[in-house]
């Protein structure tokens, strides 16, 4: 089967994604790309993720024909496309409604850096773009167009997108920046929360690079 370990690697992480509560129903999806090939894996529309078999997993080319599958792709793969064609340098995508980060992206306020978690973005911020309709081709443009430099951005009304140069850093940082929009919440909910310096967070995102995008960097590092 073409991209057998990247099928299997979907489903894995669909099912982690469920279970650890960053999607509801079968709502996000996820994607790995094979910069050798320019094939993309990727989760199908609609299939709940306990239900979801490697060989449901479409495979689309970055030109966004479908390659392989007998499935229909996630009605966001317009998104993963754009962020692979802009972003050379990545791997994966991973698209989540998690709760507090959508409660962020329908205020249209960014994520900050309340604690220094968010450097795994590579940036002290995570900005949040406009509402635009899902699966749309203008919010596949402004999304990539809006994470601009780091690896990860609010989409208005509907969730976040989280890229990595793999599927677990990217599924890491999805959950590092559901921690910091619940932190947020909390933090603005009972004061005015202490945001680390430019200086601070210059300094935690050259950590990070150290650790050499860590797929396993987790809250106790
Ligand atoms: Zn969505």
Redesign the pocket.
Known sequence: MLMQKERELIVEYGIEMSGRGLSVGT???LSICDRATGYIAISPSGIDYFETRPEDVVIMDLDSRIIDGSRKPSS?WALHSEFYRRKPNIGAVV?T?SLYCTAFAVLGRKLQAVHYAIAGAGVAEIPCIPYYL?GSEELAKAAAEGCGDGMAVL?GN??LVACGVDIASAFSLAENCEYVAKLQYLSTSIGKPNLLTEEEMARAIERFKSYGQDADLKQET
Do not use: A, D, I, T
């Open positions: 709502s996000g999806n966001e698209h409604h899902f989409l509907h969730g």
